[in-house]
């Protein structure tokens, strides 16, 4: 096959790439959708700009990233009517995004009617899970009922750099097991044992697991009772504050790890605390993951953060010795791009790993494509 157009619609942007089997031809990004004096009013409005300023000839597929399969989804599949439908049935379980998913969709269907529209699901990794990792402890026909139960997310990154992984270690893919680290404003950790996905940290929605940008992660729910009785706040006020106001911004007043850093080296003490805080909860995720696995043979890092970001690379596994787990200082200041940071010979081996989750997309699609 020729070209496909991958399209990751966010909540207020909308990337796109276009690829030629697996080399990348060109991209961009529609940004502040919706925003005063910003780009275009809506998602269909974006995706229409980025149609109309594309050469489309010899257009193959059309790769489109949705955040929520649900339960329904466990892989990517070609769109046609029902698949639509069922897509837009799953938006009460991810309200901001899948509106701009299908938005994305809709809009290149109607402009491209005769090439294939390929859905590729955020969650479809994690169909793999096993029971025990994605059901909740409560009532089973209170969770049946309204579909409650971990469907994990960042699914594209963790298959893409899983896979990545093995290829930079020289070994089969179905036999390693690793832990990535998808660390940017969203964050979530993933154990994959012989290409499969075990145990994320995401949840039911992308809020619990990590600490993020401005998502808290992991909180006991007795907090969510006490704001609403004791404080008064409404359950829209208390997601507002959840998935907006709390991670690092909720800490320090800022939600970019960069700026949290250069307070950090200049003593501010609320900036390292934040930063103790992110680290320990990937330490605590590692050291989880690394009992559910039994062996470890990798750690990869990823997205901003992740790559960027070399003390919290060393901070969040400091203290893993014992485990085979460490990293070379020298490794880890320097270089670029896909590389070890472990030492020579390390039980573990750590690396870094630069996410790709249009090429991921792409892959997904030429697959779905080809078969159909």
């Known amino acids: 096959m020729s070209q496909v157009l991958v399209l990751n619609c966010g909540s207020s942007s909308v990337k796109w790439r276009r690829y030629d089997g697996d080399r990348a031809l060109d991209h961009g990004t529609v940004e502040r959708i919706g925003e005063p004096g910003g780009g275009p009013a809506d998602h269909t409005g974006a995706v229409r700009q980025i149609l109309d300023g594309l050469d489309l000839t010899g257009l193959a597929a059309v790769g489109h990233r949705v955040v929520h399969g649900g339960r329904t989804f466990s892989a990517p599949v070609l769109v046609d009517d029902a698949v639509l439908a069922a897509i837009k049935d799953l938006v009460p379980l991810a309200p901001l995004h899948n509106p701009a998913n299908l938005a994305g969709i809709e809009v290149a269907r109607a402009a491209l009617p005769d090439v294939p529209q390929v859905a590729v699901f955020d969650t479809a990794f994690h169909h793999t899970l096993p029971e025990a990792a994605a059901m909740y402890a409560i009532d089973r026909d209170t969770a049946e009922r309204y579909d409650i139960r971990r469907y994990g997310f960042h699914g594209t990154s963790h298959a893409y750099v899983s896979r990545r992984t093995a290829e930079l270690l020289g070994r089969p893919y179905e036999q390693i097991n690793t832990i990535t680290l998808h660390l940017g404003n969203g964050a979530s950790a993933c154990a994959v044992a012989n290409g499969r996905s075990v145990a994320t940290s995401m949840g039911m929605s992308p809020l619990q697991g990590l600490v993020m940008g401005t998502r808290s992660g992991d909180i006991d729910p007795t907090v969510i009772f ?147």
């Open 226 to 372: 006490h704001l609403r009785r004791e404080g008064g706040l409404s359950v829209d006020d208390i997601d507002d504050l959840l998935n907006h106001r709390s991670g690092l911004l909720g800490l320090t007043g800022v939600n970019d790890m960069r700026e949290v850093l250069e307070r950090r080296a200049g003593g501010d003490q609320a900036a390292a605390l934040a930063f103790d805080v992110y680290c320990r909860r990937i330490t605590g995720y590692v050291g989880a993951y690394y009992a559910l696995l039994g062996r470890v043979d990798a750690i990869a890092f990823t997205a901003g953060v992740g790559e960027h970001a070399a003390p919290v690379r060393a901070a969040a596994l400091a203290g893993l010795g014992r485990l085979g787990i460490t990293v070379d200082d020298a490794r880890n200041d320097g270089g670029d791009g896909d590389r070890l940071i472990s030492p020579d010979g390390a039980e573990v081996s750590v690396c870094v790993i630069r996410t790709d989750e249009e090429r991921e997309i792409a892959r997904q699609t030429r697959d779905v494509v080809g078969a159909a």
